[in-house]
């Protein structure tokens, strides 16, 4: 078969012999394999990503100096089962994975690692308990979005995301237009976006957000009002003053009525506020210009180490929150929210190319090429495609 392999940041279209599913595996043919933003990193970076994932004790990550199969967002039609497998999803049937292969040496990260290449190959293996079915004839297109999608969702439930609240979304690549995507599936009324690039926040529009926001010209955190924010320090201090005189005029000790405000839950409102650059500098930058109390949902991936002021998240009282991946349940209720129709990611995708367009692929996502900015690009296997101009799915 053929597959692309990174090999000292070099990309190459090579032949391989077809993989052979181990117990509990599964082969696939693939339809399509999405381009994440994890894999441009690791084309350069991947030694510094497993130099820190060694210090959380996984060290199955791979090597710059060794041959890796890039490709985590994956569609594609079974072709084989494994022993072990009970093999209920029968041969010819397209389906998604989790990115998880388990082998006698433990778990690994698909695409990452050497001893499990991904899916910009012809074929790939997936872990049977991980792959589900694709349900009510969805495209291979979408399906393949599974994936980037669940990372969507799950940091929209831990963003704990209320239909009323503001949600503000810090960059608009992939990561941020699917968050966009996944507020508006959770019928959060006001969401903003903020980028640099035109392109993108037209693409964050096409994804539903409804202010959109140029941070040279504007401040994302002022871009709708909601009662109860509070901007600044003097209107903090301002507002614990008047409630104390407010209470205290009550026919009750203040002090009861103001434990009967705690329990109710009544705080000042505050926006969640999604990062989704992932850059050196963005976190300190938004708990400078947040409101108070705001939440911080950080789904960008920086690598390096950052710097971040503490004594004005403090000051602030900001919630950082960090997040990673999702759970199978989340995995699993992405792809029906995609086949039922509740989120429509197809305006993410403005590409789609073969194996031998994958180099100019990555040149095009990571703006080496001056080319108009793309979003998600797939790759088709099987296709004989270059990349053309940046354009909706068909």
């Not at 070099?10 to 994890?38: H, K, M, W």
């Not at 872990?127 to 589900?132: A, K, N, P, R, Y």
Request: aromatic fraction near 4%; include cysteine; charged fraction near 20%.
């Amino acid at each position: 078969m053929r597959a692309v392999v990174c090999t000292d940041a070099v990309l190459e279209v090579v032949e391989q012999p077809d993989p052979t599913p181990g117990r509990g595996q599964v082969r696939l043919e693939v339809s399509r394999c999405g381009i994440c933003g994890s894999d441009l990193h690791a084309r350069h970076g991947i030694d510094e990503w497993a130099d820190m994932t060694a210090r959380v004790g996984y060290h199955r990550f791979g090597r710059s100096h060794e041959p890796l199969v890039f490709g985590h967002e994956l569609c594609g039609t079974v072709a084989g089962h494994g022993p072990g497998c009970d093999a209920k999803v029968p041969e010819g049937t397209p389906v998604v994975a989790l990115p998880l292969l388990r082998s006698p040496e433990g778990v690994d990260t698909l695409g990452l690692s050497v001893h499990a290449p991904g899916a910009y190959a012809e074929q790939v293996l997936v872990q049977e308990s991980l792959m589900l079915p694709v349900p009510n004839g969805l495209p291979v297109d979408v399906a393949a979005l599974t994936e980037p999608m669940a990372v969507a969702w799950h940091a929209v439930r831990r963003g704990d995301v209320g239909k009323r609240d503001v949600a503000i979304v810090i960059g608009c690549g992939p990561v941020g237009l699917g968050v966009i995507l996944m507020l508006k599936a959770q019928g959060v009324r006001s969401v903003v976006a903020s980028d640099y690039s035109a392109d993108r926040r037209a693409l964050a529009t096409a994804c539903g957000a409804d202010v959109v926001v140029d941070p040279a010209a504007a401040s994302p955190y002022t871009a709708v009002r909601r009662k109860g924010h509070v901007d600044d320090v003097p209107s903090l201090l301002e507002l614990a003053v008047s409630t104390r005189e407010k209470l205290g005029r009550l026919p009750v000790g203040w002090w009861h009525a103001w434990r009967l405000i705690d329990r109710l839950g009544i705080e000042p409102a505050r926006p969640v506020i999604f990062e989704c650059v992932g850059m050196p500098g963005v976190i300190d930058s938004i708990i400078d210009g947040a409101p108070l109390f705001s939440r911080v949902v950080v789904v960008g991936v920086c690598v390096g180490k950052d710097t971040i002021t503490p004594a004005m998240a403090i000051n602030k009282e900001i919630d950082l929150r960090f997040v990673i991946g999702y759970s199978p349940l989340e995995f699993r209720d992405t792809l029906h929210m995609l086949a039922d129709g509740k989120v429509d990611p197809r305006p993410l995708i403005t590409g789609t190319v073969g194996l031998d367009g994958v180099d100019a692929a990555f040149a095009a996502l990571g703006g080496k090429d001056g080319s108009i900015v793309h979003a998600k690009i797939l790759i088709d296997p099987r296709s004989t495609q270059g990349l053309g101009a940046p354009g909706p799915a068909a």
